[in-house]
């Protein structure tokens, strides 16, 4: 089946820094990879996608690269800042069987001090 | 601002009482979703539609029943429920051609206390 593994935290980060959340998926066929950002209080938002192997997702500031022969789509941001402080989730959905499940980590928790 | 709107944003209920969440999009999305989240986990899937029709009902429990009236509209009728049951009760929808690229648009939720 499918399944996705990130690192759960929680992250904490003082501004300024550079912040990888890593994500690792099992999946068969080709799935699509996302990464969402739940602030506080908020539902999901979609904050980047890759469709394909070697595409790069990218979306204020943040970027993922979706590696195939690592199975990988690490969440990487150069500068973070207070206001990016939320629960980030790294999730696919796949080609076969249904196309309307999406598998979710955990889900990491970042706070970012000023 | 979301552009799926759920309504309430809070909701307090008795086990005995009989309440409705409702969601609306007006995307053009002929996919809707209905997701439970527990506090600092993922969302968890319930239901789906696909053209106003049921298609995914994630085994679960029948005091929750869905209905999707037309195509920007997904209620959820809750009826004698646990105190297990409160959580943040999310809504989503998306496109249905183009497969698993079409990425889900969620709502802001409803807050569901049950006592």
């Known amino acids: 089946g499918n399944s996705v593994t990130q690192m759960e935290g929680p992250v904490t980060l003082s501004e300024e820094a550079f912040l990888t959340i890593n994500c690792t998926y099992t999946?068969?066929?080709?799935?699509?990879l996302f990464w969402y950002v739940q602030y506080p209080g908020e539902g999901l938002q979609l904050l980047l996608k890759?469709?394909?192997?070697?595409d790069k997702g990218s979306n204020k500031g943040f970027e993922a690269t979706y590696r195939k022969e690592t199975t990988s789509f690490h969440l990487e941001k150069g500068s973070v800042q207070v206001s990016d402080s939320a629960v980030y989730f790294c999730?696919?959905?796949?080609?076969?069987?249904?196309?309307?499940?999406?598998?979710f980590g955990k889900g990491t928790l970042l706070t970012v001090n000023p | 601002d979301t552009e799926v709107t759920q309504t309430p944003k809070h909701l307090v209920m008795g086990m005995t009482n009989k309440k409705s969440l409702k969601c609306e999009q007006h995307?053009?999305?002929?996919?809707m979703y209905w997701y439970k989240q527990k506090a600092k986990k993922p969302p968890e899937l319930m239901f789906v539609?696909?053209?106003?029709?049921?298609?995914i009902n994630e085994s679960v429990p029948s005091r929750f029943s869905p209905e999707c009236p037309n195509s920007s509209l997904l209620n959820l009728h809750l009826h004698a429920l646990q105190p297990e049951d409160s959580a943040l009760y999310l809504c989503?929808?998306?496109?249905?051609?183009?497969?698993?690229?079409?990425?889900?648009?969620f709502g802001d939720g409803t807050r569901l206390s049950i006592l």
């Open positions: 999946a068969t066929g080709y799935p699509s």
């Open positions: 999730a696919l959905m796949n080609s076969g069987g249904s196309n309307y499940k999406l598998t």
């Open positions: 890759a469709t394909k192997a070697d």
């Open positions: 539609y696909s053209y106003e029709k049921l298609s």
């Open positions: 989503a929808s998306s496109q249905v051609r183009g497969g698993p690229n079409q990425p889900q648009h």
């Open positions: 995307m053009g999305h002929r996919a």
